[in-house]
């Protein structure tokens, strides 16, 4: 087994750039979406009104410059570093490739809504299904039944109980914080809430995003085209009772002085669990004017804002995504960078580990650093060198 002369040094909440290995990788981006299990980070569309004439892979033309779109499905393995594109084969979308959102049910990858460009001429409000396999990607169109959400793009799913939930999104002109779910075992749609403008509901937006604890739903941030939501106002809804309340979390109190996040949308949230409860750790994202490059952990529990002083982006971003593994390690991939007064897109990938976790995994990326070829040393031969099972199938997947 090789070994790389480097010393390993392992860094909690330090943002860290993750160096692609292979000779492939996805082009600059925003608009697309991440979701990860604790193998493979999974990428799907995206967006680039300006990619350089000299990135466009003439050979493989999911990008033009008519339809600035990419009808791409990408895989990236935490192990080894290495992009691969899978080739859709079916019910790879035509235009709905902005926008979307995504995320894990078991095995499955779960794709929903999105627009095309020009944004909100056509939005899609079907549910795909990918098997996340190696070799070629037939995604599927889920066949469902009852009352479906009207088409959108911008909203935030998740998988509870049986159910698959969006919340909120727009079609361009109108937005919403209206919450559907899908009966995973009988395929039926039905409305949870549909605003109606009272006292008490949330103002529709797009470009938040959402935790989950227990039976409630929290939402964070988000906007229009011309508003960002505040951070302050944490509009949370109880599936048991149907019912909103807007909760004001605590500020974070540094050296006598109150620090809060400031409102945002387009930016990036995602949820671990600890001893301590459920925490959302919230990346990036803009106001509309500013763009910003900081970290906030939110307390479920207590409801306290914490900025991160440690963790930071490297530069400020938004439109990008993220996504967490089981274990609490946070990766960061795309966006947008505002850069010289002009607007460029990024593929760079960032980690950041959100916990202590536990020392086997400690002991598996010092292994990963150390022997940076390991994947070219067959399965049976890792596990007689006696490497856990479990950490072997992220290579050697059987």
């Keep these: 087994m090789s070994s790389s002369n480097k010393d390993y040094i392992f860094e909690p909440f330090k943002v860290i750039e993750v160096k692609f290995e292979g000779p492939e990788c996805p082009r600059p981006r925003s608009g697309h979406r991440i979701a990860c299990d604790d193998v493979n980070i999974y990428c799907f569309g995206g967006y680039n009104p300006s990619l350089p004439p000299n990135n466009i892979q003439r050979e493989n033309p999911t990008w033009t410059a008519a339809k600035p779109l990419f009808k791409e499905l990408w895989s990236f393995s935490i192990a080894t570093k290495k992009w691969t594109q899978h080739r859709v084969v ?58 479906r959400p009207p088409g959108q793009y911008g909203q935030t799913i998740l998988c509870h109980d049986g159910y698959f939930y969006t919340i909120g999104g727009t079609n361009g002109y109108a937005y919403n914080c209206d919450i559907f779910r899908l009966d995973l075992r009988k395929l039926t749609w039905e409305p949870v809430f549909v605003g109606t403008g009272q006292e008490g509901e949330p ?46 979390p605590k500020a974070d109190q540094k050296n006598n002085k109150a620090i809060v996040p400031l409102a945002r949308k387009c930016h990036s949230a995602v949820q671990i669990d600890t001893p301590d409860g459920a925490q959302v750790f919230v990346a ?41 593994t089981s274990y609490g390690c946070m990766y960061v991939f795309g966006g947008i960078e505002p850069k010289d ?58």
Excluded at 91 to 105: G, K, T, V
Excluded at 352 to 370: G, Y
């Design 90 to 147: 079916e019910n790879m979308p035509e235009e709905e490739l902005a926008s979307n959102a995504a995320c894990m049910y078991g095995r499955y990858l779960m794709i929903y809504g999105g627009t095309g460009a020009p944004f909100g001429n056509k939005c899609s409000n079907d549910i795909i299904t990918w098997r996340t396999c190696r070799g070629d990607a037939k995604l599927r169109i889920l066949d469902v039944i009852g009352q």
């Design 203 to 248: 103002m529709g937006r797009y470009r938040h995003e959402v935790a989950r604890v227990g039976d409630k739903l929290y939402i964070i941030g988000g906007g229009t085209g011309d508003w960002a939501f505040e951070l302050m106002e944490i509009p949370t809804f109880d599936l048991q009772t149907n019912t909103w309340t807007i909760l004001i």
């Design 284 to 324: 990036g994202g803009s106001d509309g004017v500013y763009v910003f490059d900081d970290f906030w952990r939110l307390n479920i529990s207590d409801l306290q804002w914490t900025r991160m002083q440690k963790t930071a982006l490297p530069h400020p971003l938004y439109f990008h995504s993220s996504t967490v």
């Design 341 to 398: 007064d002009t607007i460029c897109r990024k593929n760079n990938l960032y980690k950041v580990w959100l916990c202590i976790p536990k020392l086997s995994e400690i002991c598996w990326e010092a292994l990963l650093s150390f022997s940076p070829k390991i994947d070219q040393i067959d399965r049976q031969t890792l596990l007689n060198m006696g490497i856990p099972l479990h950490f072997v199938d992220r290579i050697h997947m059987m």
